[in-house]
T-cell receptor
Framework: DAGVTQSPTHLIKTRGQQVTLRCSPK?????VSWYQQALGQGPQFIFQ???????QRGNFPDRFSGHQFPNYSSELNVNALLLGDSALYLC??????????????FGQGTRLTVV | SQQGEEDPQALSIQEGENATMNCSYK?????LQWYRQNSGRGLVHLIL?????REKHSGRLRVTLDTSKKSSSLLITASRAADTASYFC?????????????FGQGTELSVKP
């Protein structure tokens, strides 16, 4: 049973470019959340997708957008990259918000470096 | 913004000693969770404690929660070199606000053999 998988593991982009990160949730999970973790900091919530819709959003600009596909996998897109977007991007999958038992499983992350 | 603050920011101990990390948070919670992160990679879920629980154990881990003080502690007993990692507390999910987790800034634990 594969856990949460993220791709790519590392990425280097130039300022102003656009990037797409991908996440496949754990089997049986249909909710995907994205987090940004700057060096030396705790993860910060970007947004959450459930039933192919953005359900909740953190304090991030519109340059950050996402998508969830019918198979529950998800993409995080960041446009007009800034140096400050350099971070570890983590994907977390969890069961439907409707179930009583809730736990989040995290992928290994994508390390994005903007130069 | 961060919900919680961990204390200490860094902790260095010898193998076999106990490690205690503390977490304080600001708003009312339903759950508090502890995660481990090795070398800036993915987060591993350690334990969840609900707001109506005061203490929970899992193997060598003991978590306490004091909702009156808005604080939690994680105790790792008989530490091993493999416990070297960053440890984060996270509040959530908030059932009426989706599955968002709010993390503290973490405690970096170093266990020397």
């Amino acid at each position: 049973d594969a856990g949460v998988t993220q791709s790519p593991t590392h990425l280097i982009k130039t300022r102003g470019q656009q990037v797409t990160l991908r996440c496949s949730p754990k089997s049986g999970h249909d909710t995907v959340s994205w987090y940004q973790q700057a060096l030396g900091q705790g993860p910060q919530f970007i947004f959450q997708y459930y039933e192919e819709e953005e359900r909740q959003r953190g304090n991030f600009p519109d340059r950050f957008s996402g998508h969830q596909f019918p198979n529950y996998s998800s993409e995080l897109n960041v446009n007009a990259l800034l140096l400050g977007d350099s971070a570890l991007y983590l994907c977390a999958s969890s069961p439907s918000p409707k179930v009583a038992r809730w736990e989040a499983f995290f992928g290994q992350g994508t390390r994005l470096t903007v130069v | 913004s961060q919900q919680g603050e961990e204390d200490p920011q860094a902790l260095s101990i010898q193998e076999g000693e106990n490690a205690t990390m503390n977490c304080s948070y600001k708003t009312s919670i339903n759950n508090l969770q502890w995660y481990r992160q090795n070398s800036g990679r993915g987060l591993v879920h350690l334990i969840l404690i609900r707001s109506n629980e005061r203490e929970k154990h899992s193997g060598r881990l003991r978590v306490t929660l004091d909702t009156s003080k808005k604080s939690s502690s994680l105790l790792i007993t008989a530490s091993r070199a493999a416990d070297t990692a960053s440890y984060f507390c996270a509040t959530g999910p908030f059932y009426n606000q989706g599955g968002k987790l709010i993390f503290g800034q973490g405690t970096e634990l170093s266990v020397k053999p």
